[in-house]
Structure formats: structure tokens, C-alpha cells
Nanobody
């Protein structure tokens, strides 16, 4: 399993960023999604797409972030709008075999990429 993120960067509050992830050698039955982590804090599941297409968002990003994937399920995207300083973190693309991304939202997915930094300034 290989996951590679791209698209992080710095933006002012209220701005937008788009993260992409290329997934290789992942089963179509996997959950796919994103979690984030700030140094010294626990991982936080952000958004996930289950194998049946069901989408889940953390309450902290609902209405601002949108997760999507292409038909081949090899490219995962996270569109982040109305960004806040609290969104500053390293964002990781992740894949997991748990139902409805349960492990991802616990911060313990089976597979993850190397991460990409998102910094939102006030």
C-alpha cells in the first residue's frame, strides 16, 4: 500500500487549500480518508469515505471541508474552505480496512502517507 499526499501550504484565515493523495495497491474495500495531527496532540480524524461510499466528517470541519475520490479510487481529494488557525496541522492521507473508517477516526489507520503541512495564519 502506498499513499502520497500533495497540496499543503500556508494560507490566511478564511482561505482555501486542496489536498490530494495518490493511492496505490489499495483494495477497493478499504476506507480512505484524512486525519491530522499537531505536535504534542492526539491525531484527529478529519474525513473518510467508506467502501460503500458513505462519507463521514469530524464535527470541527463539517460544512467547510469536502472529501472526494475519483472513480478508480486511486486519487483522494480534500477541499478545505473557510480555513481557521485551528486547522493548522500535518495532514495525512490514510487507508484502513475497518468499517466506516472507525480506526481512522480513532487516529489509528492501518496505512498512512508521510503527511503534508497546512498552516493557517490569523
Amino acid at each position: 500500500v502506498s499513499l502520497k499526499e500533495s497540496g499543503g501550504g500556508s494560507v490566511q484565515a478564511g482561505g482555501s487549500l486542496r489536498l490530494s493523495c495518490t493511492l496505490e495497491y489499495t483494495s477497493v474495500s478499504y476506507c480512505r480518508g484524512w486525519f491530522r495531527q499537531v505536535d504534542g496532540k492526539e491525531r484527529e480524524g478529519v474525513a473518510g469515505i467508506a467502501s460503500d461510499g458513505a462519507i463521514t466528517y469530524a464535527d470541527s470541519v463539517k460544512g467547510r471541508f469536502t472529501i472526494s475520490q475519483d472513480l478508480s479510487k486511486t486519487t483522494l481529494t480534500l477541499q478545505m474552505n473557510s480555513l481557521k488557525p485551528d486547522d493548522t496541522a500535518t495532514y495525512y492521507c490514510a487507508a484502513d480496512t475497518s468499517a466506516y473508517c472507525y480506526n481512522l477516526f480513532r487516529g489509528r489507520p492501518e496505512y498512512r502517507g508521510q503527511g503534508t503541512q497546512v498552516t493557517v495564519s490569523s
